[in-house]
């Protein structure tokens, strides 16, 4: 199994809404990232969870919330989100954790569309 | 300026045709990532690459360290191709370490016609 899932695949919420994007993987990666992506542009790193403690968090706001329960599971937990949060946002693994000085691939899940109305 | 550049940012091609897109890095970097995305859809890992060359399919990727620029071909290009390709690098951090954390190119919008 070499798939990153997220759901859902598409998200419409309001700003005082609180929702929650979920992503999972089964191949025993112990990191897990989720990135933002606006149209046309690259994705932006917002949160690295390496053997589930997070280890980078890009300055994002905090309305952004991210969770990892268990090694499986990654969570992201959004309130009071701003029209401009609207935009892709991915999910990505790999098997790297402590020390990072492997070099292996990441692994990206399908993405959640997330609309903020 | 970008730490990762891609040349083109656009590229149109005829079906059969053999495509070549740039990328130049201007820093130390551990690994170099080649990605495909397809429009609104997630991004698919093709190639990592540290030295040499790396050959899946009709798709083949070249990496110059020395030369900090790194190259992703397509032989016998078909509209199936049509999709976002995306270098990203892994750069290192003063502790020699690189975090996982990838530094994207802004993308090359290929577009092959049948």
């Known amino acids: 199994d070499t798939e990153v899932t997220q759901t859902p695949k598409h998200l419409v919420m309001g700003m005082t809404n609180k929702k929650s994007l979920k992503c999972e993987q089964h191949m025993g990666h112990r990191a897990m990232y989720w990135y933002k992506q606006k149209a046309k542009k690259p994705p932006e790193l917002m949160f690295v969870?390496?053997?589930?403690?997070?280890?980078i968090n890009e300055s994002v706001p905090s309305r952004f919330s991210p969770e990892c329960p268990n090694s499986s599971l990654l969570n992201l937990h959004l309130h009071a989100l701003q029209p401009e949060d609207s935009a892709l946002y991915l999910c990505a693994s790999s098997q790297e954790g402590r020390g990072w000085r492997g070099q292996t691939e990441q692994y990206f899940g399908p993405g959640t569309r997330l609309t903020v109305t | 300026k970008n730490e990762v550049e891609q040349s083109p940012q656009n590229l149109t091609a005829q079906e059969g045709e053999f495509i070549t897109i740039n990328c130049s890095y201007s820093?130390?970097?551990?690994?170099l990532h080649w990605l495909q995305q397809h429009p609104g859809g997630g991004i698919v890992s093709l190639f990592m690459?540290?030295?040499g060359k790396k050959k899946h399919g009709r798709l083949i990727a070249t990496i110059n360290i020395q030369e900090k620029h790194s190259s992703l071909h397509i032989t016998a290009s078909h509209p199936r191709d049509s999709a976002v390709y995306i270098c990203?690098?892994?750069?290192?951090?003063?502790?020699?370490?690189?975090?996982?954390?990838?530094?994207f190119g802004q993308g090359t919008i290929l577009t092959v016609h049948p």
């Open positions: 820093v130390g970097i551990s690994a």
């Open positions: 990203a690098v892994r750069l290192f951090n003063a502790g020699g370490t690189s975090y996982g954390k990838l530094t």
């Open positions: 969870y390496s053997y589930e403690k997070l280890s």
């Open positions: 690459l540290s030295s």
